[in-house]
Structures are given as C-alpha cells and as structure tokens.
Nanobody, 117 residues
C-alpha cells in the first residue's frame, strides 16, 4: 500500500502564490507517476498536473503556464508551485500516484486552497 500526505494549502489573494507538497510512503516501488487533481464545491474532481518518473509532464489547459509540478527523486515527493492564482483555482487539491500500468494506487486526504479576489 502507498500512503500520500499533502501539505501547503491555505488562503491567498488573487495573483499570489502557494506551493503544495505531497510525500509518498509505503510501497513506493509501485509508483511510476504522481499528480494533482482538484475538486471545487459542486463540481467534479478534475485533472491539474501529472509527472512521470520518465520526465513527461502534463498540465490542464487552465493551469498551464501558471503551475509547475516537480519531483524530489530521492524522497518520492512532488511539489505543485502555483503562481498567478485566480479565484477559480479555489478547490480541495488531491495528490495521487500511479503504477506503470497507469492504475491509480491511492489518493491523499486533500488540502484546501482558497483564492480571494
């Protein structure tokens, strides 16, 4: 089993920045990719960013150019640097991990990000 713990959420004004972190533990040998999703009130969970250990990185159009996902190779930790935040970025952000077959192995508990106008 893989455990994922997020940190770094909070409240910020529009235009500000926040950095989220996600630390994986347990059977980290299962992990081939990690990423972030978010869920705003009344909406479905949506993809934000994704990074494969091969180096491939993908972003949702809504955050491309403003968010950056990075990885600490030794620690099985990923970060999401969020710049130029907008009120529509307000959501609970969830970390997730995938095995080499692309199967989801677990989700974190979520961390709240609130952006005020």
């Amino acid at each position: 089993q893989v455990q994922l713990v997020e940190s770094g959420g909070g409240s910020v004004q529009a235009g500000g920045s926040l950095r989220l972190s996600c630390a994986a533990s347990g059977r980290t040998s299962l992990i081939y990719a990690m990423g972030w999703y978010r869920q705003a009130p009344g909406k479905e969970r949506e993809f934000v960013a994704h990074k494969r250990w091969s180096g491939d990185t993908h972003y949702a159009d809504s955050v491309n150019g403003r968010f950056t996902i990075s990885r600490e190779k030794v620690k099985y930790t990923v970060h999401l640097q969020m710049d130029s935040l907008k009120p529509e970025d307000t959501a609970v952000y969830y970390c997730t991990a995938f095995d080499p077959a692309g199967r989801n192995v677990n989700w974190g508990q979520g961390t709240q990000v609130t952006v005020s106008s």
